[in-house]
């Protein structure tokens, strides 16, 4: 199965700072990579997702970049704020696993106002 | 609204005691799937179906049983429930059986087995 990866498991920077999560994955037909974000108590919901044909998506103040040669790819999130406190999980998918899919270990991230 | 529902979102329970935590979908998503979340182990796949009356194992499958009978219910079983099953357990659906499209989430459910 798909072996993933993330880093670090705990992040914590001042507000108005920029984060930079790391995901490595080992399935090189993985075609899919997303971010999902967790608030405490909360379900963990999508907040960014690229494809593999494409090499940085933008979404405001997160962005999402792809190196699929080296089988990684980063959730960057700029001018951080409070409300980005929350738990970040990647979880690659479209691989040969076909269903099968495996979260990262997940990241805390701490922003300190 | 679009939404996949758990019932119940919290139960206490003695160990052996079947019980069963149901999940329903309404956006007529193919792929459906349980993960369980424990501290410092993140999102951990159990069971995954990806069509009627097709399910398969995750990477934790002991100890649980699924089932699904329609496309928009995807019920957890646990037949004899151990202290070691006491966790966060998350339903989620998806468009696409492959893994390449979004998964939404339930609101989990919160057991303890005692």
């Known amino acids: 199965g798909e072996n993933v990866e993330q880093h670090p498991s705990t992040l914590s920077v001042q507000e108005g700072d920029s984060a930079v999560i790391k995901c490595t994955y080992s399935?090189?037909?993985?075609?899919?990579f997303p971010w999902y974000k967790q608030e405490l108590g909360k379900r963990p919901q999508l907040i960014i997702d690229?494809?593999?044909?494409?090499g940085e998506k933008k979404d405001q103040r997160i962005a999402v970049t792809l190196n699929k040669t080296a089988k990684h790819f980063s959730l960057h999130i700029t001018e951080t704020q409070p409300e980005d406190s929350a738990v970040y999980f990647c979880?690659?998918?479209?691989?040969?696993?076909?269903?099968?899919?495996?979260f990262g270990q997940g990241t805390i991230l701490t922003v300190h106002p | 609204e679009a939404q996949v529902t758990q019932n119940p979102r919290y139960l206490i329970t003695v160990t052996g005691k079947k019980l069963t935590v149901t999940c329903s979908q309404n956006?007529?998503?193919?792929?459906m799937s349980w993960y369980r979340q424990d501290p410092g182990l993140g999102l951990r796949q159990i069971y995954y179906?990806?069509?009627?009356?097709?399910?398969d194992k995750g990477d934790v499958p002991e100890g649980y049983k699924v089932s699904r009978k329609e496309k928009r219910n995807f019920p957890l079983i646990l037949e004899s429930p151990s202290p070691n099953q006491t966790s966060l357990y998350f339903c989620?659906?998806?468009?696409?059986?492959?893994?390449?499209?979004?998964?939404?989430f339930g609101p989990g459910t919160r057991l303890l087995v005692l």
């Open positions: 956006m007529n998503h193919e792929y």
């Open positions: 399935d090189s037909a993985s075609n899919y």
């Open positions: 690229i494809r593999s044909n494409v």
């Open positions: 989620a659906s998806s468009l696409s059986p492959s893994g390449e499209e979004t998964q939404y």
């Open positions: 979880a690659p998918g479209g691989g040969t696993s076909y269903g099968k899919l495996t």
């Open positions: 179906s990806m069509n009627v009356e097709v399910t």
